[in-house]
């Protein structure tokens, strides 16, 4: 059983900052990559950061300059750094992650949080 943990959402005004951490437990082999993506309301989910176990980072165009994501992999923990917070930002951000498992070594399966909140409002 997999589980990934987010963390850190909350209401925020214009301008602000909020920090996101996702753990992820269970019976974990390796993890190829870990990310962020978002929903806002009535929206499609959209990719916000990615981060390979040994790549370069990928971000969306409407985040860039603004977030950061970083790693943790001895921790199995993924943080979104969030700064100069638009009220577009609203949204539920998800952790996601690429990994296998003891019980299925052979396969790589993308595992999903439940969602935290953010909010950008004055």
């Known amino acids: 059983q997999v589980q990934l943990v987010e963390s850190g959402g909350g209401l925020v005004q214009p301008g602000g900052s909020l920090r996101l951490s996702c753990a992820a437990s269970g019976s974990i082999l390796s993890i190829a990559t870990m990310g962020w993506y978002r929903q806002a309301p009535g929206q499609q989910r959209e990719l916000v950061a990615v981060?390979?176990?040994?790549?370069?980072?990928n971000y969306a165009d409407s985040v860039k300059g603004r977030f950061t994501i970083t790693r943790d992999s001895p921790k199995k923990t993924v943080y979104l750094q969030m700064s100069s917070l638009k009220p577009e930002d609203t949204a539920v951000y998800y952790c996601?992650?690429?990994?296998?498992?003891?019980?299925?070594?052979?396969?790589?399966?993308?595992?999903w949080g439940q969602g935290t909140q953010v909010t950008v409002s004055s």
């Open positions: 981060m390979p176990s040994g790549g370069s980072t």
């Open positions: 996601n992650a690429n990994l296998r498992t003891w019980t299925d070594p052979r396969h790589y399966r993308e595992y």
